[in-house]
């Protein structure tokens, strides 16, 4: 199955790892750190213009989405609940 994340980006579910909220970015030390890295090494990735509501953690990329975090739960629950 997959996910869109805004935009044009779609995933493949089984490659989510974690959606968060944006707030997280500035609410954690670790999660900073984990987000430098992330950027450092171009695993980041901003989806579209719009200012970025949530964070999705991937396998392999970390995206920043227009779309909320509660949105994007639904979408990825709605994916393994019918699995």
Known sequence: MYIHLGGEKVIRSSELIAIFDITIEKSSKLTKQ????????KHAEMIG???????????????????????????????????
């Open 34 to 41: 984990y987000l430098a890295h992330a950027h450092q090494h």
């Open 49 to 83: 213009e719009e200012e970025a509501k949530s964070i999705v953690v991937t396998k392999s990329k970390v995206y920043y989405s227009p779309i909320s975090s509660t949105t994007l739960k639904k979408r990825a629950n709605s994916f393994t609940a019918g699995a």
